[in-house]
C-alpha cells in the first residue's frame, strides 16, 4: 500500500507539473524622443511620458528590472538593435519552454511612414516586422506619435489606419496588439495641465487602477484600453484641435483576460482611495510636481496603486477646488478625508495663475451711497451692480449704477438723480478669510436735478466725469458666492447752472461706498 501510495503522489506530482501554466516572463522596452527631424519643433512631454510609463511597468506590472529597457533621446540604429536584442533573448526563453510577453511604448514624433528619432527615421513597418515577428507568446505595441503645436502642442498621430473601437468578448492570452493615441486622419495632442499627452496621461491612469472596472486588483489589456479611448475622447473633445480617437488592431488567440498590471505589488506599494462625486488629480510630492495619475468623477475604479510617499491632491468640482497633501505609508491602504483639504474657488485659483483655472467670472450687484455733489444735500443712494472677469493680475469689472439724494430750503425742494457706467481694474491679494482688492476706476453719468417750488425753475440736466481709486474687501461664503464691500475715491467733474443762465465746471472730491453679493463661474 505504501508503494501504491509512493507511485499515485509520483503521478499527480508530474501530472501537476504538467498541467500548471508555465511562468511569463515579461520584457518592456519604452522609448521617449523630445527631438524629431529637422523640421520638427522640440517636445517638451514625449521623454516625461515615456518615464511614467516605465515607471508604472515596473511598479506594478511583474517586470524584472533585468528585462526593461528605457531609452530617452535615442536614434533609430538604437532602438532596432535594442529591439533585436530583446527578441534574441525572448528566443532563448522559448527554446527553454518558458513564455514571454513583449510590451514596447514609443512616444515622440512620427508621421505615415516611421518614427523621427532625433534627426532619424525608423521605418514604422520595420517596428512592426520586429514585433510582429517577436517569438514572445503575447506582444503589444503602444504608439503615441507627434509633432509641436502651441498651448495644447499637436502630436502627429498619422502613424497606422483607424481602426472600429469595440474589443471583442474575451480578451486573448496570445497574439499581437497594437494601440496608437489617435486616428490616422487626427492629431494626438499634449496637455500643459497635465504635463503629458492625453492618451498616455489616461494610459497610466488606467494601469494605476482607474481602469479597474471589474475591481479584481488586476488591470487587463481591454480595461485599460477601454479607458484609455473614452477619456481621452472626452478631454480632447474640449480643446482647439478637436476630438481625438485612439485606435488598435488585434490579432489574438486563446481565452482569458490579458493582466498588464496588479494593484498590490512590491514592498514599497501603497493604494489610495478617493471619494466620488470629484475629479481628481495626484502629483508626486506637492502641486509643482509631475501628474502621476487622474480618476475621473463617473469612474467606477477609485483606488490607484502608488509606491508609497507624499502625494498632492487635487479635487475638481464644478465651481471650486479642494487641495492637500496626503501621506501613504508602505502596504498602507488610505482613503482621502475631504475634510483634511483646503477648499479653493476658482475665483481665487484663476488669481493664482493656475493652469486648472486662468480665468473666472461673474456677476455682482449691491446697495450704493454715495456723498452728495452739493451742500446741503443727503447721500446719493441707489443700486449698483455689473459683472466682473477675474485674471492672474488683474480684475476687470464694468459696472452700471443710480442713485437719487435731495436738498430742500424754505424756498423749494429738489431731487437729484445719477445714472452712471464706470470700468475698473485691480489687482486682488488672496488672504486666508479675505481678499483685498486695490485698483482704479473711470466713470461717466447723467445728472439730472428737478425742482419743486412755486416759481419757475426747470430741471437742469449735464454730464458728470468721476476717475478714482478704489478698495474692496470680500470674503467667500462658497459655491462661487461671496459679500463684499467697496470704497471709491472719485473726483466728479461736471457743470453747474447757475440761476443766471451761466455756467461752471466744478469738480468735487467725494467717496462712494458699495455693499453687496457676488458669484463666480
Excluded at 490607484?304 to 498602507?332: C, K, M, N, Q, S
Aim: aromatic fraction near 8%; hydrophobic fraction near 45%; include cysteine.
Amino acid at each position: 500500500m505504501s508503494r501504491i501510495a509512493c507511485v499515485l503522489l509520483a503521478l499527480a506530482t508530474l501530472l501537476c507539473a504538467r498541467t500548471a501554466p508555465a511562468e511569463v516572463v515579461r520584457y518592456a522596452l519604452v522609448i521617449g524622443n523630445d527631438q524629431g527631424a529637422s523640421g520638427d519643433a522640440p517636445l517638451r512631454f514625449a521623454q516625461a511620458d515615456a518615464r511614467k510609463v516605465f515607471a508604472v511597468l515596473r511598479e506594478l506590472g511583474e517586470f524584472h528590472p533585468e528585462n526593461m529597457l528605457l531609452l530617452e533621446g535615442r536614434g533609430a540604429e538604437d532602438v532596432q538593435r535594442v529591439l533585436i536584442s530583446l527578441n534574441a533573448r525572448i528566443r532563448a526563453e522559448a527554446s527553454a519552454g518558458r513564455d514571454a510577453m513583449l510590451f514596447v511604448y514609443y512616444s515622440g514624433h512620427a508621421d505615415a511612414e516611421g518614427l523621427h528619432l532625433g534627426g532619424t527615421a525608423l521605418e514604422l513597418a520595420l517596428v512592426e516586422r520586429l514585433v510582429q515577428g517577436s517569438p514572445a507568446a503575447f506582444r503589444v505595441l503602444v504608439l503615441d506619435a507627434c509633432r509641436s503645436g502651441a498651448l495644447t502642442r499637436v502630436k502627429g498621430g498619422h502613424v497606422v489606419p483607424p481602426f472600429a473601437v469595440t474589443l471583442p468578448g474575451p480578451s486573448a492570452s496570445e497574439g499581437v496588439a497594437f494601440l496608437t493615441s489617435s486616428a490616422a486622419n487626427e492629431d494626438a495632442q499634449e496637455s500643459d495641465a497635465l504635463s503629458g499627452s492625453f492618451f498616455t496621461h489616461y494610459l497610466v491612469s488606467g494601469l494605476r487602477g482607474a481602469a479597474d472596472h471589474d475591481r479584481d486588483g488586476a488591470v487587463s489589456l481591454e480595461e485599460v484600453y477601454t479607458y484609455a479611448y473614452q477619456h481621452t475622447l472626452r478631454a480632447s473633445s474640449q480643446t482647439l484641435y478637436g476630438a481625438q480617437h485612439p485606435t488598435f488592431r488585434l490579432d489574438l488567440k486563446g481565452h482569458g483576460a490579458v493582466p498588464l498590471t496588479w494593484l498590490w505589488r512590491g514592498t514599497r506599494s501603497a493604494r489610495l482611495s478617493l471619494p466620488e462625486d470629484h475629479d481628481f488629480l495626484l502629483f508626486s510630492q506637492s502641486e509643482l510636481g509631475p501628474v502621476i495619475a487622474e480618476v475621473g468623477q463617473r469612474d467606477v475604479a477609485r483606488t490607484l496603486a502608488l509606491d508609497a510617499g507624499r502625494y498632492f491632491v487635487r479635487g475638481r468640482a464644478a465651481d471650486h477646488l479642494l487641495e492637500g497633501v496626503v501621506d501613504v505609508a508602505p502596504g498602507e491602504e488610505q482613503r482621502v478625508d475631504l475634510t483634511q483639504l483646503e477648499r479653493v474657488e476658482y475665483a481665487r485659483l484663476a488669481r493664482k495663475g493656475g493652469t486648472e483655472r486662468v480665468r473666472a467670472h461673474g456677476p455682482w450687484l449691491g446697495y450704493q451711497a454715495r456723498t452728495p455733489l452739493w451742500s446741503g444735500a443727503d447721500l446719493c443712494q441707489g443700486i449698483r451692480g455689473g459683472y466682473a472677469l477675474d485674471l492672474a493680475v488683474l480684475t476687470l469689472s464694468a459696472g452700471a449704477g443710480f442713485c437719487r439724494s435731495g436738498f430742500e430750503n424754505r424756498l423749494l425742494s429738489a431731487h437729484a438723480d445719477e445714472t452712471s457706467l464706470d470700468l475698473s481694474a485691480a489687482h486682488v491679494f488672496d488672504l486666508p478669510v479675505v481678499s483685498v482688492a486695490l485698483g482704479a476706476t473711470l466713470g461717466a453719468g447723467w445728472l439730472r436735478q428737478s425742482f419743486e417750488t412755486r416759481g419757475r425753475a426747470p430741471p437742469r440736466n449735464g454730464w458728470v466725469l468721476f476717475p478714482g481709486v478704489l478698495a474692496s474687501l470680500s470674503t467667500e461664503l462658497g459655491a462661487g458666492f461671496s459679500i463684499f464691500a467697496e470704497g471709491i475715491g472719485r473726483l466728479s467733474v461736471f457743470r453747474q447752472q447757475r440761476a443766471d443762465g451761466s455756467e461752471d465746471t466744478l469738480a468735487d472730491p467725494g467717496l462712494q461706498l458699495t455693499f453687496g453679493a457676488s458669484k463666480r463661474f
